[in-house]
């Protein structure tokens, strides 16, 4: 009997991170789907020990979407973990990141892809920033001031750092030290590394199902702690530049 062809190196990986979010990550695989039509690329999805059905959900998916992959965490270990949890088990060189919620446009991923790769080899990082952001008042205010903040200390010229989608390369995200809530600071550490960045402005939507995992006192406190960490890391690093065989 004649085996199945080994399936290609994928050149995109399309990571996700879902947590109690049965409602919106079946569309939101549709739509990234759509996206990367004509591409070669994999998604990943890695359920961070939803308690409804997610993990269900997404693999019901699997016939209808054969670049899709599902990941799925014993416990419950954050956003973060999750995110590094798919990049670990990508297999493309370059990493699209989404939050699960659906509020980040798949539409707007592949511009990010191009962008990143139309670069210099310097460039690792293209983010999203968020224009007409749908969330309340409170939360748009508090982003604003914690943005202003980071970016004032850490100098990482990033409006947007909360911004899920993001694409950049996988072995620039390898290189970094890994903490909890690193994704806020993916541009420091990148730019910490040597690595140039750019931002793109991005479509941003209205969470049609679930409900958010954070509070906005929650984010500040982590993200305070957080900040003098990544203070640290930097007054701690030393760029050699280009490292030569001789």
């Not at 080899?121 to 920033?129: D, F, K, M, N, R």
């Not at 694409?167 to 806020?184: N, V």
């Not at 409900?211 to 930097?234: C, E, H, M, P």
Request: charged share 25%.
């Amino acid at each position: 009997m004649a085996r199945k062809p080994a399936p290609s190196t994928p050149d995109i990986s399309v990571v996700v991170p879902v947590f109690d979010e049965e409602g919106a990550a079946p569309a939101l695989a549709r739509e990234i789907a759509t996206a990367f039509k004509g591409r070669n690329y994999e998604m990943v999805f890695v359920d961070d020990a939803s308690r409804d059905g997610t993990r269900a959900a997404l693999k019901a998916l699997s016939g209808e979407i054969p670049q899709l992959r599902v990941l799925a965490h014993s416990r419950n270990s954050g956003q973060s973990r999750a995110v590094r949890s798919g990049i670990l088990g990508a297999r493309g060189g370059v990493i699209v990141t989404l939050d699960g919620d659906g509020q980040n446009d798949p539409a707007d991923a592949p511009r990010l892809v191009d962008a990143l790769t139309a670069g210099p080899p310097e460039l690792a990082l293209v983010g999203g920033e968020r224009v007409k952001r749908q969330d309340s008042y409170a939360k748009k205010l508090a982003s604003r001031i914690g943005n202003g903040v980071r970016k004032r200390l850490l100098n990482d010229t990033a409006n947007d750092t909360g911004c899920g989608l993001k694409a950049f390369r996988r072995e620039a995200f390898l290189r970094l030290p890994y903490f909890d809530h690193i994704h806020r600071y993916l541009p420091a550490l990148m730019q910490r590394e040597g690595y140039l960045t750019a931002f793109l402005p991005v479509n941003h939507r209205h969470r049609q199902t679930g409900a958010s995992k954070y509070t906005n006192l929650g984010r500040l406190w982590a993200s305070l702690s957080d900040l003098y960490g990544v203070i640290w890391l930097q007054s701690r690093a030393r760029n050699p530049g280009a490292v030569d065989e001789v």
